[in-house]
């Protein structure tokens, strides 16, 4: 089934969030000329923000008929306020962030996914050289309740660290087969968005690179095993059924 614009923005309306760029079904938008805004919960994730900054600037979004404006924010709780707030309309967050927000009751639901299962690329300053090294030290996150306050709380307690004492959670605030095919022009793209150096950008593809979907398709072990370690970290009271925090009306059936 092909989703008109009117059905998108119908769905979306209702505080419809993804973990992924557009899917291409939306082509007949073609015709309507309105903008869709789209916002990720951060600038510097590699695979939250690069596939949608490479069809913006490879013109996929116009091939697919859909004007598209990109907006990063500080954060994927952030970002869920913003679209519930209807100031985007679709945004790419974390796998924390929908399960959260369901619990207070807004109507938010993942579409699809931009990377396979749960990941999360733990990036250290020079001398840091092994997971010991980073007790009595500071770990950046996006904020309180995020997808990377939540591995970093997890990392702590793994290695045996009391999160308040032995290691410091500081919040900051913080198309797949264009990637796949031409990683340097891809990292080109990126460094020249998210200002780093080249190199960073390549180092970081060939760490989230190969995590990339290459269809969208929604891993529900994934928000299980998620919504399992909110509960265990007290985030959650309790587990929320599955099948109400995402919908594949809107899952892309090709990349």
């Given at each position: 089934?092909?989703?008109?614009?009117?059905?998108?923005?119908?769905?979306?309306?209702?505080?419809?969030?993804?973990?992924?760029?557009?899917?291409?079904?939306?082509?007949?938008?073609?015709?309507?000329?309105?903008?869709?805004?789209?916002?990720?919960?951060?600038?510097?994730?590699?695979?939250?923000?690069?596939?949608?900054?490479?069809?913006?600037?490879?013109?996929?979004?116009?091939?697919?008929?859909?004007?598209?404006?990109?907006?990063?924010?500080?954060?994927?709780?952030?970002?869920?306020?913003?679209?519930?707030?209807?100031?985007?309309?679709?945004?790419?967050?974390?796998?924390?962030?929908?399960?959260?927000?369901?619990?207070?009751?807004?109507?938010?639901?993942?579409?699809?996914?931009?990377?396979?299962?749960?990941?999360?690329?733990?990036?250290?300053?020079?001398?840091?050289?092994?997971?010991?090294?980073?007790?009595?030290?500071?770990?950046?996150?996006?904020?309180?309740?995020?997808n990377t306050w939540?591995?970093?709380?997890?990392?702590?307690?793994?290695?045996?660290?009391?999160?308040?004492?032995?290691?410091?959670?500081?919040?900051?605030?913080?198309?797949?087969?264009?990637?796949?095919?031409?990683?340097?022009?891809?990292?080109?793209i990126a460094a020249?968005?998210?200002?780093?150096?080249?190199?960073?950008?390549?180092?970081?593809?060939?760490?989230?690179?190969?995590?990339?979907?290459?269809?969208?398709?929604?891993?529900?072990?994934?928000?299980?095993?998620?919504?399992?370690?909110?509960?265990?970290?007290?985030?959650?009271?309790?587990?929320?059924?599955?099948?109400?925090?995402?919908?594949?009306?809107?899952?892309?059936?090709?990349?």
């Amino acid at each position: 089934m092909v989703a008109s614009r009117r059905q998108f923005f119908k769905v979306t309306a209702q505080g419809l969030v993804v973990a992924s760029a557009l899917p291409a079904r939306l082509r007949p938008a073609r015709a309507q000329g309105s903008t869709v805004r789209i916002g990720t919960a951060v600038l510097g994730g590699y695979s939250l923000t690069v596939p949608i900054l490479v069809a913006l600037d490879r013109g996929l979004f116009q091939a697919a008929g859909v004007a598209a404006e990109f907006q990063p924010f500080q954060g994927g709780p952030t970002l869920l306020k913003a679209r519930l707030a209807k100031q985007m309309d679709i945004g790419a967050t974390g796998a924390t962030d929908v399960p959260v927000f369901r619990r207070t009751g807004a109507s938010v639901r993942y579409i699809a996914t931009q990377v396979k299962g749960n990941h999360f690329t733990l990036n250290v300053a020079p001398g840091i050289g092994q997971l010991s090294d980073l007790k009595g030290q500071s770990i950046g996150v996006t904020v309180v309740g995020s997808n990377t306050w939540s591995s970093a709380l997890m990392l702590a307690r793994r290695e045996g660290w009391d999160p308040e004492r032995e290691v410091k959670l500081v919040p900051l605030g913080i198309p797949v087969r264009f990637i796949r095919e031409s990683p340097k022009d891809a990292a080109a793209i990126a460094a020249r968005a998210l200002k780093w150096p080249e190199e960073a950008v390549a180092r970081a593809n060939q760490i989230s690179g190969p995590l990339l979907s290459v269809d969208g398709q929604i891993d529900v072990e994934a928000i299980e095993v998620m919504q399992t370690t909110l509960v265990e970290l007290k985030v959650q009271k309790q587990r929320l059924p599955t099948q109400d925090l995402y919908t594949t009306e809107f899952t892309p059936v090709r990349v």
